[in-house]
């Protein structure tokens, strides 16, 4: 679902690649919405850091940028990673051959990966420093909104009847609460073109809490609610279609 939200906006940018007409960029400040696609990867640390190591971000930015230079927008990001710190998840399944089997008894293969998905509100401001026009710069922003995350749990085309379905979400540790992020970088808007892009660090800081009531796993161990603190720290790059209004034509013939 979300990579169709990715093709969605990879269409819009292709087909607005076609409709610019030029913009002063150059010597003025301009007032523009923006959407973009962007890739984020990023080091984990506190509560996070015990679960899972590194995690890919892939999202889209979509917002408004005023001619004070400063910007209002939504983002959203699809979280994913294969390293995965769960030790001993599945020891209640193994058998004393120490394998996992399927339904007909045969070996199966459990893969275990790191799911999640973040949405936030943010504001920045683009400052024309170290840049080619007003439009371009540095660019900080943060914001606020909601975190989640989970283990992915697979069998591939063997079935596992005690992790199949409903029976994941005793295993998946599914976590979710606020976070805040912040964002700085540099941001370039072409005079003409399609060369728009912006990169830079990124921070986020969730505010989670397990959503699950029991582990299947530690079934007689009660499941901690207490608020545990998400750090994800790294880099961002992303490339942007202004969508500008269409000028008048400067000439006009009867």
């Not at 970088?185 to 959503?211: C, E, I, P």
């Amino acid at each position: 679902m979300f990579m169709k939200y990715i093709r969605i906006f990879t269409l819009i940018f292709f087909f607005s690649s076609f409709s610019y007409s030029q913009r002063n960029v150059k010597d003025s400040i301009i007032s523009t919405p923006w959407v973009a696609v962007h890739y984020g990867g990023n080091f984990t640390g506190g509560d996070l850091g015990l679960k899972y190591g590194y995690l890919n971000h892939i999202g889209f930015l979509a917002g408004y940028k005023t001619n004070k230079n400063y910007f209002l927008g939504f983002d959203a990001n699809f979280i994913f990673g294969n390293k995965v710190k769960a030790s001993g998840l599945f020891d209640n399944l193994v058998d004393s051959y120490g394998n996992i089997t399927d339904m007909n008894g045969d070996i199966a293969k459990v893969v275990v990966s790191a799911r999640g998905f973040n949405a936030n509100i943010t504001f920045g401001k683009i400052l024309p420093i170290l840049s080619p026009n007003s439009n371009s710069g540095i660019f900080v922003h943060g914001g606020i909104g909601l975190l989640a995350h989970k283990l992915r749990i697979e069998t591939q085309d063997q079935v596992v009847p005690s992790i199949e379905l409903n029976y994941k979400k005793g295993y998946d540790r599914l976590t979710m609460g606020p976070n805040i992020h912040e964002f700085i970088g540099y941001s370039f808007l072409a005079n003409r073109g399609v060369f728009n892009f912006y990169g830079g660090f990124y921070a986020q800081q969730g505010f989670t809490k397990n959503m699950r009531t029991v582990f299947f796993d530690q079934p007689d161990i009660p499941v901690s609610k207490k608020t545990m603190i998400d750090l994800q720290f790294g880099i961002r790059l992303g490339w942007f279609v202004p969508i500008y209004k269409r000028l008048p034509k400067e000439f006009y013939y009867n």
